[in-house]
């Protein structure tokens, strides 16, 4: 009757996707009047005990060498005998890149209704319904789950995690794990930046910046503001910067709480990625660029000027140097 | 080497998102359909130029949908696809569709299975996972890179924060997504072609569903944008610091 969260880790540190689950799962816990658990297989440096913090009451872990290679199958299959020894009834996920890959089997495996990407907690005062966006964030469905097991999967920036006291009991679970069908080879982790879909801030540019030799505003903006930086996919195709920065329909979907556009038109498919964003920013030269009209604040004007004033302001309210 | 490549109709990115019967159903009227775009550009395109490399190669498309699907099965067929599977039936449970295609896949053992990353209607990103979970293949998600030798696939995927390289033996789920290939545009040749491939219909296999959309919400109108001057930067950054919170 359990709520069970699987728990994410990246080099053995648990991740920020992860905590804002633990909170979820932690209030829908509560709401249905029973405890949530924690599950993290393969191996973590971090202290699980701690996790108690985000209101949970146990974390049970599957420490065995062939789960550091992240399997959807392995992975499925581990995570089916988990839910039956704790005998969880709602699963929950990071819809993340590791998140829904997994999701999706287990939920197969358990023959459970699952809803992907989750916008909000579930409600439960009628049945069990949940809400997610669809149509690339254009409306919203509210979709009820029919099956004794439940599988959810919840966007990352839907819900802030939940900072309380108390440490979580720590129970290893002993489960005969297969080996894992698939090989890694490599691994290219981009290192230090902020993932873009974890990212509570984002400053993306378009063609307005003219080349990639004047990224310099947008970077010493970002920095100001610890933000990630993303761009439009014609900067993408020209190779202007990385292809994993490209945020829109056929790219990264983002929902930070803060979204910085500059130079970017906002054509329908960029909007289809940044559109569930809490604040829209657009800095625009061309007051009839479309972007304006799904924005919350913006200013029309030559973003090679503005930009740097937005960096020094803001360097003065953090008072930062 | 046998290939499916699973393909779903969706509205045109530009299509104006409506829903009828008291919220409870997407108005499909004057919308503009498309094979969705991860399952054309990406998929499909990929299937074709590992066909393109061995002759010997089919490549077998399927669709869950109703008659209104042929359109974009035909698309499918001019760009490069042999024959086609079109299961007759409309869900919008991603279980319920998925199972419809394991149950092909179980009958005509293909090597490889390819999806989109996820479809621009539901957004659901489960499909190739499902299907992975029925048929007991591994499944790589959110691939970017997709290399043959015989019977072995590398992979690159995207992970959190970069990227992965797997090596996975046949038979496997792929679910694609920018960087596996490159759109193309059906030629005349093709078009010509796609008149005369079989499309078979099939009915669906007995299959409950696990779950049901109540209704839809179309999300709360902004407010407006507040426009601010270009000589008042310090204004700007005060309302997001103070009004928004944004940092």
Known sequence: MSV?????????LIKKSAHEILTYGAILAAQLGTTAEGLVLGTVTENLTALGKYGVTKINQINNESLNTIDSKLYAATIAEAVAITGASVIIFSHTPTGKSIAARVSAKLKAGMVSGAAALPDTSNGFVVRKSVFSSKAYANISINTPIK???VNPNSISAVIG??????????????????????????TGEIPLTEADIVVSGGRGLKGPENWGVLLDLAKALGAATACSRPVGDAH????????????????????????????????????RSKTIVVINKDPEAPFFKSADYGIVGDLFEIVPQMTAEIKRIKGIA | MKILVCINKAPDTTSKIAFKNNNTAFEESGVQWIINPYDEWYSLVRAIELKEKDPTTIIHIVTVGSADCDPIIRKAFALGGDEAFRINIDSTDSYFIAAQIADLANNNKYDLI?????SIDYNSAAIGGIIAQLIDAPYISLATLFELNGHTATITREIEGGEEVAEVNLPVVVSCQKGMAEQRIPNMRGIMAARTKPLNVIEPIAQETFTSIINFELPPAKAGVKLIAADNVAELIKLLHEEAKAF
Do not use: C, M
Not at chain 1, 173 to 187: E, M
């Open chain 1, 165 to 190: 006291d108390g440490d979580a009991t720590i129970n290893q679970l002993t489960i005969n794990v297969g080996a894992p069908s698939i090989k890694t080879i490599a691994v290219n982790k981009i």
């Open chain 1, 240 to 275: 202007w910067r990385p292809h994993h920065e490209h945020v829109g329909q056929t790219g990264v979907q983002v929902a930070p709480n803060l979204y910085i556009a500059l130079g970017i038109s906002g054509a329908i498919q960029h909007l289809a990625g940044v559109n």
């Open chain 1, 151 to 153: 599988v959810i999967s």
């Open chain 2, 114 to 118: 390819f999806t989109g990353k996820e």
């Open chain 1, 4 to 12: 069970l969260i699987f728990i994410e880790h990246t080099e053995g």
